[in-house]
């Protein structure tokens, strides 16, 4: 993939920016824009200068309004089923990235951006931000893992609560429930963002990188098998210079100076 139209793919430092761009549509995911995701996170997989990256959406109005209703309108099951595997690739690509992912959600945060703010690392809120799965108003359910990974953030009764009735909640109420992390004005979001993203930047990048294997590989497994992997992920970290630096540093009262190695 040559040209991005959708998406745009910005790097500053070690930390990254995707935003997705289509505000006309209030930043809708199509295929194309799925797929142009897509090549954006195989560019994050391979780019190790890269520690942190912020995901957002483009215009003032909108994070993402959802997978695109015009797109989806004509679409048989087969197509459909096709679009929402599409749809599962992206989210997963997000939780599989070495690095980790903050959604910056600068407004209407809603079915399928909703789910793509779950499958994010963290999230932090606009205060004009707006979350909910409303896919049963179309008449369908969230086909972007908003059945499953909802439960697993917020708890199933609360989850089932916006999966069934499809209401819109705000910032506020999406902080009440555990669904971000913060909320911050709208003019500070970025700025809050990225500052978060350079301070984990700011770590040892082996340990973020196996921290966060860790947690989402763990997350699917019992606690004692869990804990297993996470004593071996904990070994990996002594196969590094960074833990020799890091500990050392400590050690001498200096600030450590990693280099990801
Ligand atoms: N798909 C395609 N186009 C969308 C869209 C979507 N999900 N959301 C908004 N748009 C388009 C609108 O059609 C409109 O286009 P035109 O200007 O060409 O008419 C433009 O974006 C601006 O939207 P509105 O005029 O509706 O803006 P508003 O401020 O009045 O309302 C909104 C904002 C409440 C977010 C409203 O746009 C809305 O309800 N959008 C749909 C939300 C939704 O149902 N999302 C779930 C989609 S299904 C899904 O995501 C399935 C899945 O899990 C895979």
Known sequence: MTELKNVRFEKDGAIAQITIDRPKALNALNYETLQELLYCFGLLEKAREITAVVLTGGGEKAFVAGADIAYMQELDAMAAADFAGLGHTVMTAIEKL?????????????????????????????????????????????????TQRLPRLIGKGLASELLYTGDIIDAAEALRIGL???????????????????????????????????VNTGVE?????????????????????????????????????????
Do not use: H, W
């Open 98 to 146: 070495p690095q980790p992912v903050i959604a910056a959600v600068n407004g209407f945060a809603l079915g399928g951006g909703c789910e793509l703010s779950l499958a994010c690392d963290i999230r932090i809120a606009s205060e004009n931000a707006k979350f909910g799965q409303p896919e049963v108003n179309l008449g369908v359910i969230p086909g972007f893992g908003g």
């Open 180 to 214: 971000v992390n913060r909320v911050v004005p709208a003019d500070q979001l970025m700025a809050t963002c990225r500052e978060m993203a350079k301070k984990i930047a700011s770590k040892g990048p082996i340990a973020i990188r196996l921290c966060k294997k860790t």
């Open 221 to 261: 497994m019992d606690l004692d098998r869990a804990n297993s992997y996470e004593a071996i992920q904990f070994g990996q970290c002594f196969a590094s210079k960074d833990q020799k630096e890091g500990m050392q540093a400590f050690l001498e009262k200096r600030a450590a100076d990693f280099q990801g190695k």
